[in-house]
């Protein structure tokens, strides 16, 4: 199953993007899933990530699976600013919108899911809302993390979001993150072999661990 407005041809992904939170007080939070994707791919794939003043962010290149010319960046301009780091890459190295993969955390999805998407809008979050405003699309693929929301009901409170989504997973929950990244790295690499709208029909109805009831 494709979105509406994709395209037949096949563009796979040359960048892939983590949104996250510079400083060790961001480290390991729900909120920074997309940095620890990034860390996952880049042991995966043994590409070495390091600051990058130019792409203002840690970023590294390297192969994917040994056949796949791949660029991995974890933008350290604080989640509102992303896009700007992002747009740095993808200007020096000419790549489209099309071909940048955002990998970051929602809290629309249960713990235990990921989506994956080739376009759409940001959805409230403002690393997607950064990233649309510098590439000037919203024509990019992106891959959503489920982190829950505040204590499993609907997040209305604004304190209740910033406290849930800069805090830790419990031990349970990591255990399932864990999993989940892997689920990531499978997805991804499916991505880069077949196309995103397979990876799309086969991972985006998988579920790991909890709260794996609710869609």
Do not use: C
């Not at 791919?41 to 003043?53: C, G, K, M, Y």
């Not at 350290?76 to 000419?94: C, E, H, P």
Request: aromatic share 6%.
């Amino acid at each position: 199953m494709t979105d509406s407005n994709s395209s037949p041809e096949l563009v796979f992904p040359q960048l892939i993007v983590g949104l996250g939170n510079p400083g060790s007080k961001y480290d390991q939070t729900r909120h920074n899933i997309g940095f620890e994707a990034i860390d996952a791919l880049a042991r995966r794939w043994q590409i070495s990530l390091s600051e990058h003043r130019k792409f203002q962010g840690k970023f590294g290149e390297g192969w994917a699976n040994h056949r796949d010319k791949m660029r991995l960046l974890k933008p350290l301009t604080y989640m509102n600013l992303s896009g700007q780091s992002i747009r740095a890459v993808a200007d020096w190295y000419k790549i489209p919108p099309e071909a940048v993969l955002v990998i970051y955390d929602d809290m629309d999805l249960p713990i235990g899911k990921i989506r994956l998407r080739q376009s759409g809008s940001a959805g409230g979050h403002n690393g997607i809302k950064s990233t649309i405003a510098h590439l000037n699309s919203q024509n990019f693929p992106r891959l959503r993390i489920g982190i829950g929301s505040p204590k499993n009901q609907p997040a209305s409170v604004k304190g209740e979001v910033i406290s849930h989504v800069l805090g830790r997973f419990s031990v349970a929950e990591r255990r399932t993150m864990d999993e989940v990244l892997q689920m990531v790295i499978d997805a991804i690499e499916m991505s880069l072999k077949q196309g995103i709208p397979k990876a799309m029909s086969l991972y985006n109805s998988r579920a790991i661990g909890l709260d794996v009831d609710a869609s």
